[in-house]
């Protein structure tokens, strides 16, 4: 099963709302990263946060992590229609070498002009 | 490379037939991971590389599936007797692996389709 479960599976919205995407996931974790997959190819790394880190900003985006919870979350501001793409959490250690990383579900996002 | 390269980009071969899907990791790093995508689908692990240690193959489908990776440089996945189950997109990713906290490296794929 997958480590990380994205929520919503998919997202559409109007360009220049704000995306809110969340991760959950299972076992304890050192750091949680996010991806973006354009046209099912190669995926992007957007954004890494440790685990004791609470917050972290990277342009128009902004990523949480509860460690009590075992849950993250992104989120796009101002959202463009060039945001629309698959966006996965990615977490290490998750299950056989310490550093695999291992991939939830995705989100599908759709920006709307 | 400036980036994570693997080829081919596509390969469509008949059912039975073996297929070769190389990749080119960024230079100096030392983890290689291939995943599998289905259509519409997230990343299944198939199996990671790190330096000299034995690889976790713990995420192959099946005995069809090998890797190796020579001189801790280029991959090659080798599917035998190919399915029509095969069909995917099979990403390849490097990275520095300073640790845990370390961003992977995507190549663009390999979509297979096997006819």
């Known amino acids: 099963s997958q480590q990380g479960e994205e929520d919503p599976q998919a997202l559409s919205i109007q360009e220049g709302e704000n995306a809110t995407m969340n991760c959950s996931y299972k076992?304890?974790?050192?750091?949680l990263q996010w991806y973006r997959q354009n046209s099912g190819r190669g995926l992007v790394h957007l954004i890494l946060i440790r685990s004791n880190e609470r917050e972290k900003h990277s342009g128009r985006l902004r990523v949480t992590l509860d460690t009590s919870k075992k849950s993250s979350s992104l989120l796009i501001t101002a959202s463009r229609a060039a945001d629309t793409a698959s966006y996965f959490c990615a977490t290490p250690g998750a299950s056989g070498s310490a550093r695999q990383l291992t991939f939830g579900s995705g989100t599908q996002l759709t920006v709307l002009p | 490379g400036a980036g994570v390269s693997q080829s081919p980009s596509n390969k469509v071969t008949e059912k039975g037939k073996d297929v070769e899907l190389r990749c080119d990791p960024i230079?100096?790093?030392?983890?290689l991971y291939w995943y599998r995508q289905s259509l519409g689908q997230g990343l299944e692990f198939l199996i990671y590389?790190?330096?000299?240690?034995?690889?976790?193959k713990s995420g192959l489908p099946s005995d069809r599936f090998s890797a190796e990776r020579t001189g801790g440089s280029v991959s090659t996945l080798t599917i035998q007797r190919t399915q029509q189950e095969d069909s995917a997109v099979y990403l390849c990713?490097?990275?520095?692996?300073?640790?845990?906290?370390?961003?992977?490296?995507f190549g663009q794929g390999t979509r297979l389709t096997v006819v």
């Open positions: 590389f790190q330096g000299n240690s034995a690889p976790d």
């Open positions: 076992t304890s974790i050192n750091n």
């Open positions: 230079s100096g790093h030392t983890a």
């Open positions: 990713a490097s990275s520095l692996d300073r640790g845990l906290n370390t961003e992977a490296f």
